[in-house]
Structures are given as structure tokens and as C-alpha cells.
């Protein structure tokens, strides 16, 4: 006899169940454009060398992610509407539109690129869509997009430097009302440049930047209570194990556009895959101990530390 149907109550928690058990991307290999406009450089870092847990998301949340990315094309088509030529493939690849820098270590991917915009139809835009809440919404008609999403902001203007595109074009819906938000955002080359430097700094760190803030319990350090990072930030807890945080391991910055990762003690180029296993000669990137270094050795490779509790503890390799 085949078992009874859930409930038809239990519908909801099934579905969001049911998101929650499909696979999703739990490292990107990459610093993306869409979050080097965040304002802590240390939290950008943790998250480039993998120094935190993936966050976890529940199935609702998911969904959400979900419901923005479909809201994409359907801005897309609005624009098609009103007359726009709007492309979501490069021709020159065949894929979405993306651009990269710095070795391949900072990527990003656009929502597409258009002309015969209202008012420079000349022009190339780049095309960002996004969806918000009431409250979001409101603070974007109100301020403008630089001011009330700095992070979307960073990514236009990441995307006019590498594509080479004088203007984006910033296209919002408030997800509570359907009203649109429309705006023109011009290149600026001044903040394109220290946002590519911020970029730089960040790939090319092996020490962690300075804290945002020193007390996450703070009324101005609110947003440290939503960061993955929080637990190594100010809680003492150990990074994960993976090549990302281990002194060993170094960023390549070269023209091959290949965002490769070079091993020291193996002297070889690690695979994606490598990177996230790590292997037995693992040493913790200083800063991701919690701890004070007070010794390192050659043979055997390791690094002595002076943890909170005033016991000494050895990284050293597996044998």
C-alpha cells in the first residue's frame, strides 16, 4: 500500500525542504563584483580564503535568491518593451557577459548590456537589475543608488571599467508593489580605481585587514551579527582547513586569467578541488589563529602559538 500524502499543511515546509536539499555553490573559487562594494575588507578576505563555514541558507531564503534571479529577465523584457536592444549573451563567447581581473581571482557576470537607451541611445550600458523591499525601495528613490546601495553601485562601476562602457543602467522593482526604479549611472574612473585597488589589496592579502570594528556588540557594528565571518573575526573560532588558509598557499596574479593557486610546499599549481580537501602539510595563515606566534621551525615545519587560555599549541604537519 503506498503511504498517505503529508498533510496538505505540510506543503510549505516540504517545498522548502526540498530547496534545501538540492546542491548549490558553497565556495565560490572567485571576489566577486557584486560584494567588493561591502565596506569591511576583512570580511571580503575570510571569505576569498574560504576562512569561515559556507553560509547556510534555509529553504525560504533560497527561494527568495531564486525569485530575484528570475525577476531578472523579466526586467530584461520591459526594457525589449520599450524599444531597448538588449543582449544577456556576449557573441564573443557564447555565455553570459562576465568580466575578470587580477589573475582571474575577481570576476563578475552582468545581468546583460544594451542600447537605444531613453535619452543616449547611442551609448552601450551596462544592465543591472535588482529586487527590493518596501523599505530598500524607498531609500533608492530617495538617495539614489550610490548612496542607498554602495554595493551595487561598486559593481557598475567594476563592470564599465573591464567592459569598457561609459554608462549602466540600474533597473530596480520593489517586490511588495511591482514599481520600478530607473537610473543612469555613469563611469566614474576615480572610484573604478580605488574599487579595483580594494580588489587588489584583498587578493593580494596574507594578513588579515584591520577589524571594522573592535566590538561587534556595538550599536554601529550591527552588521556584524549577520556576517559568516563573525565566529574568527571576534569569537576565537579556527578557520576551516583548506588551502585558502594555509600559509602555504598563494594567490597567482598573472595574465592567464586562470585564478590559479600555487602550492610552496609541493612547489605545484592546485586544482579547485585540491584547494577545498587540503592535505596533511596544512599551517594555519597566522592570523587565522586565535592565538599570539611566538615560534616557527623549519624541520618539521611548524608554528608555535600562545592561545587565550595561555596554553601553547603546535600547528604542524600531520604525520
Known amino acids: 500500500?503506498?503511504?498517505?500524502?503529508?498533510?496538505?499543511?505540510?506543503?510549505?515546509?516540504?517545498?522548502?525542504?526540498?530547496?534545501?536539499?538540492?546542491?548549490?555553490?558553497?565556495?565560490?573559487?572567485?571576489?566577486?563584483?557584486?560584494?567588493?562594494g561591502d565596506e569591511c575588507e576583512r570580511k571580503l578576505w575570510y571569505g576569498f580564503r574560504w576562512s569561515h563555514e559556507p553560509e547556510g541558507f534555509d529553504g525560504r531564503k533560497l527561494r527568495l535568491f531564486e525569485t530575484g534571479h528570475r525577476e531578472e529577465a523579466r526586467l530584461l523584457d520591459y526594457l525589449r518593451l520599450i524599444g531597448c536592444e538588449v543582449d544577456e549573451i556576449d557573441p564573443a563567447s557564447g555565455k553570459q557577459f562576465g568580466v575578470s581581473a587580477i589573475g582571474g581571482h575577481f570576476r563578475g557576470h552582468l545581468d546583460g548590456e544594451a542600447t537605444n537607451i531613453p535619452g543616449a541611445p547611442v551609448a552601450v550600458h551596462v544592465i543591472e537589475c535588482k529586487t527590493h523591499n518596501e523599505k530598500s525601495f524607498k531609500a533608492l528613490q530617495k538617495d539614489k543608488v550610490e548612496k542607498a546601495k554602495p554595493a551595487h553601485f561598486a559593481q557598475m562601476q567594476v563592470y564599465m571599467h573591464l567592459r569598457g562602457h561609459p554608462r549602466a543602467l540600474y533597473l530596480a522593482v520593489n517586490k511588495n508593489t511591482d514599481e520600478l526604479h530607473a537610473?543612469?549611472?555613469?563611469?566614474?574612473?576615480?572610484?573604478?580605481?580605488?574599487?579595483?585597488?580594494?580588489?587588489?589589496?584583498?587578493?593580494?592579502?596574507?594578513?588579515?585587514?584591520?577589524?571594522?570594528?573592535?566590538?561587534?556588540?556595538?550599536?554601529?557594528?550591527?552588521?556584524?551579527?549577520?556576517?559568516?565571518?563573525?565566529p574568527q573575526c571576534h569569537e576565537k573560532a579556527f578557520a576551516p582547513r583548506s588551502?585558502?588558509?594555509?600559509?602555504?598557499?598563494?594567490?597567482?596574479?598573472?595574465?592567464?586569467?586562470k585564478a590559479a593557486w600555487h602550492c610552496a610546499r609541493w612547489d605545484k599549481v592546485l586544482t579547485l578541488d585540491e584547494q577545498r580537501q587540503g592535505c596533511p602539510a596544512h599551517l594555519y595563515l597566522p592570523d587565522l589563529v586565535p592565538g599570539e606566534q611566538i615560534d616557527a621551525s623549519d624541520a618539521p615545519p611548524s608554528v608555535t602559538y600562545r592561545l587565550p587560555s595561555g596554553e601553547l599549541w603546535i600547528d604542524t604537519e600531520a604525520a
Do not use: Q
Not at 580605488?194 to 596574507?206: L, P
Not at 588558509?245 to 598573472?254: E, F, G, R, Y
Open 183 to 230: 537610473e543612469r549611472v555613469h563611469y566614474d574612473p576615480s572610484a573604478a580605481a580605488r574599487i579595483m585597488a580594494k580588489a587588489e589589496r584583498v587578493i593580494k592579502a596574507e594578513r588579515a585587514p584591520p577589524k571594522l570594528h573592535d566590538d561587534p556588540a556595538s550599536k554601529a557594528a550591527w552588521l556584524c551579527n549577520y556576517c559568516p565571518a563573525r
Open 243 to 257: 588551502c585558502r588558509s594555509c600559509l602555504n598557499a598563494t594567490a597567482v596574479i598573472d595574465d592567464s586569467d
Open 1 to 36: 500500500m503506498p503511504p498517505l500524502p503529508e498533510p496538505i499543511e505540510h506543503i510549505a515546509a516540504a517545498i522548502d525542504a526540498a530547496y534545501e536539499r538540492k546542491p548549490t555553490e558553497t565556495r565560490r573559487g572567485y571576489l566577486g563584483a557584486s560584494v567588493i
